[in-house]
């Protein structure tokens, strides 16, 4: 299910200035470093059973270490589309958990070939170009069709922080228990794709299938 719209090979520009880190694609912010307590956060809400657990999109690998590291956590394998995102990280931390992959390679195609029912959670943190982000019949089919068919009974899936109090309509009608955590954030100055909202409220979201 790898969408046409998927930049073949985009401009990725890592930028380190006055302590503030920033991953850009075709100019874009993809992640900052500012975001690692969300993320750190977000593993121990995800990995809280164990398990094993597969992960979309590395970045600085905030998320994919901290899944790593929690207790009980079998194995965890990253998929991250950009080799440049990859060897980068890889520079930056010569030392991973044992039980952490990191596989290079298109997340929407690449779990296709993971067998039903034996993932116990999903972290999902892609940078996307808007005609993916748009594109509602494209992640229903995801939905419907991998996610939930690569999760285990009682398995976890969880995405991005939002910073409304409001459930994320790409994720929730495919779940039957959600768990919200609310955290006060603060960005960088120059973040822009938080809509004017340098700091607040961000909110993390779980989602289970009970069955
Ligand atoms: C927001 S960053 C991830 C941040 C990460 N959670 C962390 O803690 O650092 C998004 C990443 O998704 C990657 N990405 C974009 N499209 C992807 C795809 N189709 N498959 C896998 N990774 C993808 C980008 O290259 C980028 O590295």
């Known amino acids: 299910m790898k969408h046409p719209a998927q930049p073949a090979a985009p401009d990725i520009a890592v930028k380190n200035s006055d302590g503030e880190k920033t991953l850009y694609i075709d100019g874009s912010q993809a992640m900052q470093e500012w975001e690692a307590?969300?993320?750190r956060r977000s593993a121990e809400v995800l990995c809280r059973d164990g398990g094993v657990f597969l992960e979309c999109g590395l970045g600085f690998?905030?998320?994919a270490v901290a899944i790593a590291e929690q207790p009980n956590v079998k194995k965890h394998t990253v998929v991250e589309v950009y080799d440049e995102v990859i060897q980068d990280f890889k520079k930056s931390a010569p030392n991973l958990p044992d039980n952490l992959e990191?596989?290079?390679a298109d997340f929407f195609e690449y779990i296709e070939s993971i067998p039903t029912g034996t993932i116990d959670g999903i972290m999902l943190d892609p940078?996307?170009?808007k005609a993916m982000r748009d594109d509602a019949e494209w992640w229903?089919?995801?939905m419907r069709e991998?996610?939930?068919r690569v999760l285990a009974p009682g398995g976890h899936f969880m995405s991005f922080f939002v910073t409304e109090p409001t459930l994320e309509p790409r994720w929730e009608p495919y779940f039957d228990e959600i768990l919200i955590e609310r955290h006060a954030y603060d960005s960088y100055s120059t973040t822009s794709y938080l809509e004017g909202r340098p700091?607040?409220?961000?909110?993390?979201q779980r989602f289970t299938n009970r069955h």
């Open 199 to 204: 700091s607040g409220i961000a909110y993390l």
């Open 127 to 129: 940078w996307l170009p």
């Open 61 to 63: 690998g905030l998320s």
């Open 102 to 104: 990191v596989v290079h």
């Open 140 to 142: 229903d089919t995801l």
């Open 37 to 39: 307590p969300l993320m």
């Open 146 to 148: 991998q996610i939930t």
